[in-house]
Structures are given as C-alpha cells and as structure tokens.
C-alpha cells in the first residue's frame, strides 16, 4: 500500500528553538496532507490542511505563526514548530490523501515526537 | 465541523469478540475508517466502508454502518491479545477527517 514518512520520527529540543518535521508520500502524489496533534492518552486533532502550491488551511485555535507548515510538492509537506515551548511537546502525526484516487483514504505516517526540554 | 463520540475503554477476554462503537453527526459523511493505534506508534487503518454500504467483512473484522442512527461499529472476532491497542473511528466529508476520541481494547488472557 501507499507509503507515507515522518522524519524525524524523534525530536528533542530546547525552548525557544524551532524545529522542522517532514511529511513526504513515498510511492504517490498527494495534494493534500492533512497535520494532526495528539496529546498522551487523547485523541488526534487536526491542526491544519496543507494543499500543494497555496497557504495552508488551519482550524480554529491553532496559531498559524506558530505552526508554519509549507506544501511546496506533490510528495512533500513540512511543519515547522517555531520557538518551541514544553506545551508544544506532543506527538505529531501527518497523512495524505492519494489524489488518483477517489476512495477518499488517507495514508499515514509514523508520527514525530517532539519533546520540548 | 464534525462530532464523533466512541467509549473510551473496553475489556475482554482473549477469544471472545470484541465490539467497538462510534456515532457521529455529520449525516453528509462519505467515508467511515477505522484505525488501530499500538503503543508509541503512529495509526494503521484497519478496514473502511463507504456510505452507502451497510456491512464490510474483512477476515475477523466486521463494519456495521447504520447510517440511518450515525452509527458506526467494529467487531473483532476472535480476539487475540496482540489487538490490545486504541482503536479510533474516524468519518470524512472528502475534505477532512475527523477523529473519536479513542477506544482502549484491553485483551485478558
């Protein structure tokens, strides 16, 4: 099946820095990726919607400044955490919808853990 | 935006089945997953059923959709201990996707 990758799949930084996490479809072209928060124990939040070639679509009470993401190719999506701080420690988790077909499943990746010291 | 309401825990035994719930409120909902979530580890879709269908068998997994009450439902036949894990139902419009909070499926010996 399709394959999507998160890199890097840890990450441990410290506050104040920023820190850049990868989404890339391996084996299919995806003009939409969608980036997902989730805190220990919870559920998956989507955080914003990243199309190919425009600005990302964010949901409400995610701070777009503060969360840069950056969809530049049909394989490749980035979310850039900025000034990270310990409340953005988190696992992240990106996926991606296969645009040649319409079944509408999304692939995902791994995930990143990103701990703020 | 999209509501979507699961039990957070579940307890078996091992060999028993295993039923999971989910409803949601989006009636204008195209695509209904179901995703498996192990420790530390990113999702793995398990199995998923159109709108228009009512039932999908998938070797021990079954789907029940009944579209009519937003409800949506998981049974795992045979349940083994390595299906211990949060097992998320998720419904899409084609433009996003929106997730429950979780089930836990613990798997007793």
């Known amino acids: 099946g399709a394959v999507v990758s998160q890199h890097p799949s840890w990450v441990i930084c410290k506050s104040g820095t920023s820190v850049k996490i990868e989404c890339r479809s391996l084996?299919?072209?995806?003009?939409?990726m969608f980036w997902y928060r989730q805190f220990p124990k919870q559920s998956l939040m989507l955080m914003a919607t990243?199309?190919?070639?425009?600005?990302?679509?964010?949901e409400q009470g995610v701070e777009k400044d503060k969360f840069l993401i950056n969809h530049a190719s049909l394989t490749l999506s980035t979310l850039t955490v900025t000034s990270a701080h310990p409340e953005d420690s988190s696992f992240y988790i990106c996926?991606?919808?296969?645009?040649?077909?319409?079944?509408?499943?999304?692939?995902f990746g791994e995930g990143s853990r990103l701990t703020v010291l | 935006g999209e509501d979507v309401e699961q039990s957070l825990f579940l307890s078996v035994r091992e060999g028993d089945s295993s039923v999971i719930n989910c409803t949601y409120t989006?009636?204008?909902?195209?695509?209904l997953y179901w995703y498996k979530q192990e420790p530390g580890a990113g999702l793995q879709l398990l199995t998923y059923?159109?709108?228009?269908?009512d039932m999908k068998q998938d070797q021990r997994l079954t789907v029940l959709l009944n579209k009519k009450d937003k409800h949506l439902s998981l049974r795992i036949a045979d349940t083994q201990t390595g299906d211990s894990a949060i097992y998320f139902c998720?419904?899409?419009?084609?433009?996003?996707?929106?997730f429950g909070a979780g089930t836990r499926l613990t798997v007793k010996p």
């Open positions: 996926s991606a919808r296969d645009r040649t077909t319409n079944t509408g499943e999304l692939f």
């Open positions: 989006d009636s204008s909902s195209t695509y």
């Open positions: 998720a419904v899409s419009n084609n433009n996003d996707m929106r």
């Open positions: 084996d299919f072209q995806a003009t939409t």
């Open positions: 059923i159109f709108s228009n269908m």
């Open positions: 990243s199309n190919e070639g425009s600005k990302a679509t964010y």
